[in-house]
């Protein structure tokens, strides 16, 4: 793998958000798909451990919102959370849609050869163990690949445990406030990027983080006005739900 660095950015700008927005149940295959179909080159995605320490895609600590499970998703084996129906909650036609590994989104990407940005979401509690899983398994699927994933999280040390099994892999620290010291410890970890709301971007914020040698992102951008503001302030990655607004194309 190059190394990912401000001057070396093989990223697209436009980012897909957990695969296609709301147009298709989030975090599936089948979101994803719908994503490349609108085309998307690059996604985001969320990853946490099951119960047998496997990253499985999910948002919420809890399932009750898209799946038909109960709980914490955390605490269930694979196997268990392999016969959830992840679809039926967002319409009919998706119904028995699985919840994915990270490994069979990995998988779909590297054959596509798309990009994609790996938010690690641990079960609270699991932060450093679930960045430390994530980046070895990372460091697995995507070995001999010319680009890696982006690794982001809102746990630094979630981004501790991904750099220390997988210190290749780039990592972005991700914002929705101004914590005293974020920017210190984004720069501790070694992070090639910053991923903010994208309210908080303004020119001198912008100008402070590259300033430091690192990119600037946003999440999640749904509205014109929003995109056009932050491509004018000069930010270099859009998380967007509008997969059906925001041609991927635009520059």
């Known amino acids: ?99 994915p590994t990270l490994e069979a989104l990995a998988r779909f990407c590297i054959a596509n050869g798309y990009f994609l940005n790996i938010e690690i979401k641990p079960t609270p509690g699991q932060e450093e163990t679930t960045g430390r899983v994530v980046g070895e ?11 890696p994933p982006l690794f982001s999280s809102f746990k630094p040390d979630a981004l501790a445990g991904a750099q220390a099994t997988a210190a290749h892999i780039p990592r972005a620290l991700l914002l929705d406030t101004l914590w005293d010291g974020c920017l210190d410890t984004a720069r ?14 303004d020119a001198a914020l912008v100008a402070q983080v590259k300033g430091m040698g690192m990119r600037t992102l946003s999440y999640t951008v749904n509205d014109d ?10 930010t270099d990655g859009i998380i967007t739900d509008r997969v059906d607004l925001f041609s991927p194309a635009t520059p």
Not at 15 to 28: D, Q, S, V
Not at 188 to 201: K, S, T
Request: proline share 4%.
């Open 1 to 99: 793998m190059n190394a990912i660095t401000t001057s070396h950015w093989p990223y697209p700008r436009w980012i897909a958000h957990r695969g296609a927005g709301k147009l298709a149940p989030e975090n599936t295959l089948a979101a994803f798909r719908l994503g490349a179909q609108h085309g998307y080159r690059m996604f985001e995605c969320d990853a946490k451990l099951s119960a047998d320490g496997v990253p499985f895609l999910l948002h919420d600590a809890t399932l009750e919102r898209t799946t038909n499970g109960r709980g914490t998703g955390g605490d269930l084996p694979l196997g268990a959370l392999a016969q959830l129906d992840a679809g039926s909650w967002h319409s009919r036609a998706y119904a028995g849609e699985a919840v």
């Open 137 to 147: 398994t990372a460091a697995r699927l995507w070995q001999g690949q010319a680009v």
């Open 188 to 201: 501790r970890l070694g992070c090639v990027a910053i991923v903010c709301n994208h309210a908080l971007w």
């Open 225 to 234: 006005w929003a995109a056009q503001r932050l491509i004018a302030l000069g």
